[in-house]
């Protein structure tokens, strides 16, 4: 396999648009202590996802589809969620540097230990981010969601990942 060069417009077709694969990672961190105590300071997953290098600047769509663990030495907690909300896009996606901003709506599908019952919540995340040189994307984000038998999960993250076809 050929890597992705940055003038490509992506190798995976949806829907009549084009979009590459990026690979990278995440920090993630609990914003209450009480989480943190429980869960870890901090938890790192691996990022795949798709993205879209050519997008016009201006308003848009931006979808969210995730999971994650957050996981010190013994309790843990598994999330899953999906969403959608708009994006603005400062600059054209061409740009060597394609700032953006994007507010979602959620639903997160949480349980806060192995053989616990899953909970559905609604939830929210805003996210500041750019690619560069389009083959870059850098971002982080806020997610909040209501607390879960007791439990506060909304937090902080940050994503690194690269065109990687």
Do not use: C
């Given at each position: ?10 190798r995976?077709?949806?829907f009549?648009h ?7 990672a995440?920090?993630?961190v ?12 901090r938890?790192?997953?691996p ?32 999330l ?20 953006y901003?994007?507010?979602r ?25 750019a ?35």
């Open positions: 396999m050929v890597p992705a060069g940055a003038d490509e417009d992506g995976i077709g949806i009549g084009h979009y590459s694969l990026i690979a990278g995440s920090m993630f609990p914003r209450e202590a009480a989480t943190r105590s429980i869960y870890g300071e938890t790192f997953a990022v795949v996802a798709l993205w879209s290098f050519n997008t016009a600047s201006g308003l848009g769509l931006a979808w969210d589809f995730g999971a994650q663990r957050i996981r010190q030495d013994g309790p843990r907690a598994d899953a969620r999906a969403g959608v909300g708009p994006r603005f896009l400062f600059a054209d996606g061409r740009a060597d540097v394609a700032p901003v994007t507010v709506g959620d639903v997160f599908v949480a349980r806060l230990d192995r053989g616990a019952a899953w909970r559905t919540k609604p939830g929210a995340n805003i996210e500041l981010g690619s560069v040189l389009r083959h870059l994307v850098i971002s982080g984000r806020y997610d909040a969601l209501p607390r879960i038998d007791g439990v506060q999960l909304s937090g902080f993250s940050a994503r690194l990942a690269v065109k990687v076809l």
